[in-house]
């Protein structure tokens, strides 16, 4: 079955640095790849995935990811942090053959003034 | 609007008081999920449905039961709750595409 590990369960920079968030995932098949972020006391969002074509993908408020088959990662990436970038954020992977979607355990996104 | 509608969103409950979150969709998808989110440990999945009748066990099924006799409600039931079923959860449903999710707000739960 697929899986997804994130390497660092917290992660501080300060605001205007670069943001690195690794995901590293496992499966038998091309798979299909995903970050969100939770903001404190609220659902899920979706900021960006990867199905197929082009392997660096952006997404929504600055973020980009690039698909790294020979490494097996989808790690996130943000030039300048800001301080509203501040949340839990979560890679996810499913197979482009089934909808079974599964979660690493999650980033925690501190941003220094 | 499409959307995944959870109720509760939040619920105290008492050990062994049986309890049901419903969870709704209006996308007419086939997939339905069911997680529960525990610091540290991310989002788990406890019971996941490809179809309607069709419903199978996810990492951590224990405690938990779920039915779909229909295409878009897939409630979640907890015949026995235990404090350590205390949680977030989330239902989410999936396009056939595999590549879209959609997630309900989540409903806090506390059993004590």
């Known amino acids: 079955a697929q899986s997804v590990t994130q390497l660092g369960s917290h992660v501080s920079v300060s605001e205007g640095a670069l943001v690195l968030l690794r995901c590293n995932y496992s499966?038998?098949?091309?798979?299909?790849l995903f970050w969100y972020v939770q903001y404190p006391n609220q659902g899920l969002q979706l900021l960006l995935k990867?199905?197929?074509?082009?392997?660096l993908v952006k997404g929504i408020n600055g973020f980009e990811a690039e698909f790294k088959k020979s490494e097996t990662s989808f790690h996130l990436t943000k030039p300048s942090a800001h301080m509203s970038d501040a949340a839990e954020y979560f890679c996810?992977?499913?197979?482009?053959?089934?909808?079974?979607?599964?979660f690493g355990a999650g980033t925690r996104l501190t941003v220094k003034p | 609007e499409a959307q995944v509608t959870q109720n509760p969103r939040y619920l105290i409950t008492v050990t062994g008081k049986k309890l049901t979150v419903t969870c709704s969709q209006n996308?007419?998808?086939?997939?339905m999920s069911w997680y529960r989110q525990d610091p540290g440990l991310g989002l788990r999945q406890i019971y996941y449905?490809?179809?309607?009748?069709?419903?199978d066990k996810g990492d951590v099924p224990e405690g938990y039961k779920v039915s779909r006799k229909e295409k878009r409600n897939f409630p979640l039931i907890l015949e026995s709750p235990s404090p350590n079923q205390t949680s977030l959860y989330f239902c989410?449903?999936?396009?056939?595409?595999?590549?879209?999710?959609?997630f309900g707000e989540g409903s806090w739960l506390t059993v004590v």
């Open positions: 996810a992977v499913t197979l482009y053959n089934n909808n079974d979607m599964r």
């Open positions: 499966s038998s098949v091309p798979p299909y």
């Open positions: 990867y199905t197929t074509g082009a392997t």
């Open positions: 996308m007419n998808h086939e997939y």
């Open positions: 449905s490809m179809n309607v009748e069709v419903t």
């Open positions: 989410a449903s999936m396009s056939g595409s595999g590549n879209t999710i959609y």
